[in-house]
């Protein structure tokens, strides 16, 4: 390497360092108070975030930032694809596949409809769909790191993990009340919980609240839910590419390469060959990619903005949300 290059990197490096140690410090504060008080880290990361949002500005954090809330962000999604194996999905027999896939595209399609209807565009209608539909806040970032820039994009995207956010720690509570007053079986409750509750974690906690059976089947059935990411952020990719250039003037790759890692990762998991202590370290980085990613797009947002959306995103929402619940309980009793 020559000693341009080596200097080159070190300025970089120089420059991004106060911005990524700041979204770290917020990260290491939610996951305290997450741990301790039970509420979605996300959430903590996003709002505390939000409160250090002049270090945005113009100053020394402000290129670190930008590269946090976008690169970082990029790489915990790549990192998602290490908690899917074939072999899981395979285990549950092709029903629960067959309902994934429908849930995440009429779901989906649903919200691209009602968001148009009232008064949002499409691409809105697509983030929170596939946010509600598929794994909550990291298919929302996911989804916003694919499609194209638009100057209301990051308030869309943060509007739209606090939302998720709120409304997936509502249904680890009631979700469960909901399958034992259904008389549900075990196995048919882990397929409820792990299709309707948006983040992984909710569901987990969700699941195995009930039982053993019920949060094994529900882990599988989530996965399978975010297995579902990577179709949906080729389609957002392809409506970047169908809306033209970006302001560079390059074209957007059809699969983004956050993408591409999510799908080699997904395969590697898959052989067998990764160790369990791999495995884990490897989705530890993926969670603390995202958390200290959505901690730099709080950063970067203006509270007093997300204030001003009005009731319809919520509506929006809540909607999208009782509708994936109800549309899994239809499936089930047709025999899905």
Not at 64 to 78: S, Y
Not at 120 to 148: E, H, K
Not at 214 to 234: E, S
Request: net charge positive.
């Amino acid at each position: 390497m020559s000693a341009i290059a080596i200097i080159r990197i070190h300025s970089r490096t120089r420059e991004l360092m106060p911005g990524f140690v700041v979204s770290l410090i917020v990260a290491a504060a939610a996951s305290f108070l997450s741990e301790h008080y039970g509420a979605p880290v996300m959430l903590f990361a996003l709002l505390l975030g939000m409160g250090l949002n002049f270090l945005a500005g113009d100053g020394t954090c402000k290129a670190g930032i930008e590269f946090t809330a976008r690169t970082v962000l990029r790489m915990g999604v790549a990192l998602l694809g290490m908690r899917i194996t074939l072999e899981q999905i395979a285990a549950l027999g092709w029903k629960p596949v067959a309902l994934v896939v429908i849930l995440v595209v009429v779901t989906i399609g649903v919200s691209v409809v009602a968001a148009k209807a009232l008064g949002f565009q499409r691409l809105f209608g697509l983030l929170t769909g596939g946010a509600t539909a598929i794994c909550g806040a990291s298919a929302a970032l996911a989804l916003a790191a694919a499609l194209p820039n638009h100057p209301q994009k990051e308030r869309a995207t943060l509007f739209t993990v606090i939302g998720v956010s709120a409304l997936s720690t509502t249904a680890m509570i009631l979700y469960p009340m909901i399958a034992n007053w259904l008389s549900l079986s075990p196995k048919m409750a882990g397929v409820f919980l792990g299709a309707t509750i948006h983040d992984v974690a909710q569901v987990v906690g969700a699941g195995y609240s009930m039982s053993t059976e019920t949060g094994d089947t529900a882990t599988v059935v989530k996965l399978m839910r975010v297995a579902m990411l990577v179709p949906v952020i080729v389609c957002g990719a392809m409506v970047t590419r169908l809306q033209g250039a970006d302001p560079t003037g390059k074209r957007p790759p059809l699969l983004p390469w956050f993408a591409v890692g999510f799908l080699l990762l997904a395969c590697l998991n898959s052989t067998g060959w990764v160790i369990p202590a791999v495995q884990g370290a490897v989705n530890k980085l993926s969670s603390w990619s995202l958390v200290v990613s959505i901690s730099a797009l709080g950063m970067k947002t203006q509270l007093r903005e997300l204030a001003s959306v009005g009731i319809k995103p919520i509506l929006l929402m809540v909607g999208e949300t009782v509708f994936l619940a109800v549309l899994v309980l239809l499936l089930l009793h047709w025999g899905f």
